[in-house]
């Protein structure tokens, strides 16, 4: 399950995602849909541990991705466009 809450990242005054909230249940086919620029990658990289949020909260299969973003990495996979190393 991923369940996010009020998700939100700033990279200096710009805000790339603004409190955005859903979850996905195990099973269910989710689509991430938007025009460029609209915070899909941004929140993708902050739900699989490459960059931490600014605010808000999300967990992946139970685990938050601020404390344990080390287990979380552990149970995804991600291939985005330009690619980002782990630290």
Same mark, same amino acid.
């Given at each position: 399950?991923?369940?996010?809450?009020?998700?939100?990242? #700033?990279?200096?005054? #710009?805000?790339?995602? *603004?409190? !955005?909230?859903?979850? @996905?249940? +195990?099973?269910? !086919?989710?689509?991430?849909?938007? $025009?460029?620029?609209?915070?899909?990658?941004?929140? !993708?990289?902050?739900?699989?541990?490459? @960059?931490? +949020?600014?605010?808000?909260?999300?967990? !992946?299969?139970?685990? *938050?991705?601020?404390?344990? +973003? *080390?287990?979380?990495?552990?149970?995804?996979?991600?291939?985005?466009?330009? +690619?980002?190393?782990? $630290?």
């Amino acid at each position: 399950m991923i369940r996010a809450q009020g998700l939100t990242r #700033h990279f200096g005054d #710009h805000v790339a995602v *603004d409190g !955005v909230d859903f979850q @996905i249940r +195990p099973g269910e !086919v989710f689509g991430f849909l938007g $025009p460029n620029g609209a915070g899909k990658t941004t929140t !993708v990289r902050m739900l699989s541990g490459l @960059i931490a +949020p600014t605010g808000g909260t999300a967990t !992946v299969n139970g685990f *938050d991705i601020r404390e344990r +973003p *080390d287990v979380v990495r552990a149970h995804v996979g991600v291939l985005t466009e330009t +690619p980002g190393l782990y $630290p």
